[in-house]
């Protein structure tokens, strides 16, 4: 059977099995790809040594953290929901960093307690954050890491720049000072310094982070081991998009940790933590053509899933790829394969005239080629393996969280997440 894309071994007939077996919308991930991808992270060029951490925002469910887990890698928590989470998935919290926007409240004094004295470690991310946590690491002797503001970030959206000068993550240099006279009066150390320059932006940004960074290290944090240079790996979802070189972004941050011990005497573990380098290619949104309307000059597929289940056109204007498969499997059109002059839009039925897979920067409506979907058939968003099962608008117009399916090396559909009831839409409402 023919694959969608030359990456992935998901093919029509999966396509068509899966959607058969489970209802559609689904999401289906290839279990392979995402091995292949840990893999390729695992083996980075390094100086002193490399952990590689998943930014489980890019999809949190279980089996996937548990399948990445078992690669070799550890966790990048958002949220301390995040890193309960990951723990409640079996992964030590030894192996957890916390990096968030949250403040330790009272409230969840004793989970995040309890997390530390496990082993999960702290990114300081703001002053405040720091004097409610500097105690507790005081009380138990525990190291910090803390998340600098760069100055400069990169993303595939303004939205997505985390580090220049439009938004707030980490400690703002003019706050450095202030940081470390506080550890210092607690007597407490940074053991690793911390950027996350945004997502999917600008390599060229991302390389210049690093001598940065590196310099901060020499210039502040004499206690630092290692320096973690944050996710936001560029992924290709769409054929005219490249991809990060894994393999010369690592002999580049290996050079200039080599540069960094020449000069200082000091070897600087490297740590990196990928969310949608990880996962979004390996994941397939398999949805169901309802209906077809034309306008004067436009085309509209109407599937049974739209914002509610890939928000990320609509929030940011992402393009995604599209593969169009007939209920017996065959595949009508793939994005890497020869596109027809046929022009359509693929919408959903949220009551939104932005629920549309594919929308300019204007947020209107674009059409795309793509092979002539006749109602039941399925067309499938390829790329939504990040940032669309664990972000989607999914309760919007009521329509239900869709069901996770992870295609197996052996070629098992496996459900890794059941499809939301009705009932569980409304169980809180009173
Ligand atoms: C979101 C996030 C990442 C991952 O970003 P990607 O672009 O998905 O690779 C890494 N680190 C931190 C702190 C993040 O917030």
């Keep these: 059977?023919?694959?969608?894309?030359p990456f992935s071994g998901v093919t029509g007939e999966h396509i068509a099995?899966?959607?058969r077996t489970f209802g559609t919308p689904l999401y289906l991930y290839d279990q392979a790809?995402?091995?292949?991808?840990?893999?390729?992270?695992?083996?980075?060029?390094h100086a002193f040594g490399l952990t590689v951490r998943y930014a489980m925002k890019a999809n949190p469910n279980r089996s996937l953290l548990r399948l990445i887990h078992a690669q070799g890698i550890g966790i990048d928590a958002s949220s301390l929901n995040e890193a309960l989470r990951a723990e409640l998935a079996g992964i030590p919290a030894g192996e957890i960093m916390l990096t968030s926007q949250e403040v330790p409240a009272s409230t969840s004094q004793a989970e995040l307690e309890g997390l530390l004295l496990r082993g999960m470690r702290y990114n300081i991310c703001s002053l405040r954050q720091l004097e409610r946590v500097g105690p507790l690491a005081k009380k138990y002797g525990l190291d910090l890491s803390i998340r600098v503001h760069p100055g400069e970030g990169t993303g595939e959206s303004a939205s997505r720049n985390t580090g220049?000068?439009?938004?707030c993550f980490g400690v703002h240099l003019k706050d450095l000072p202030r940081a470390l006279e506080l550890t210092q009066s607690w007597g407490l150390r940074f053991t690793q310094v911390h950027t996350h320059i945004g997502s999917?932006?600008?390599?060229?940004?991302?390389?210049?982070n690093v001598p940065r960074q590196l310099e901060l290290v020499e210039k502040f944090f004499p206690d630092a081991q290692s320096v973690s240079f944050g996710g936001g790996m560029r992924e290709a979802r769409m054929p005219?998009?490249?991809a990060e070189d894994l393999e010369s972004l690592g002999t580049y941050a290996k050079a200039c940790i080599e540069d960094f011990q020449r000069r200082t005497g000091r070897s600087l573990r490297m740590e990196v933590e990928p969310g949608t380098a990880l996962v979004a290619n390996a994941g397939f949104l398999v949805l169901t053509v309802l209906d077809k309307k034309d306008t004067e000059d436009l085309h509209f597929l109407i599937a049974d899933g739209g914002m509610d289940v890939n928000s990320r056109p609509a929030l940011y204007g992402s393009r995604h790829p599209f593969y169009m498969v007939q209920p017996d499997g065959a595949v009508l059109s793939s994005e890497y394969g020869t596109l027809p002059d046929h022009r359509a839009i693929l919408v959903g039925t949220c009551c939104e005239s932005g629920d549309a897979q594919c929308?300019?920067?204007?947020?209107?409506?674009?059409?795309r080629p793509m092979g002539d979907a006749q109602v039941g058939d399925y067309a499938v968003v390829g790329g939504a393996g990040a940032y669309c099962a664990g972000m989607s608008l999914f309760n919007y117009n009521s329509h239900l969280q869709a069901p996770e399916v992870l295609?197996?090396?052996?070629?098992?559909?496996?459900?890794?997440?059941?499809?939301?009831?009705l009932a569980q839409v409304t169980e809180n409402e009173v």
């Design 1 to 5: 059977m023919t694959t969608l894309t």
């Design 17 to 19: 099995r899966a959607a």
């Design 33 to 45: 790809l995402i091995e292949a991808k840990c893999a390729a992270f695992l083996s980075m060029p």
């Design 164 to 167: 220049d000068k439009y938004c």
């Design 200 to 208: 999917g932006g600008d390599p060229e940004v991302w390389r210049r």
């Design 240 to 242: 005219d998009e490249t």
């Design 359 to 367: 929308l300019d920067e204007t947020g209107h409506v674009l059409a």
């Design 407 to 421: 295609l197996t090396p052996a070629g098992d559909l496996r459900l890794i997440r059941r499809r939301q009831t």
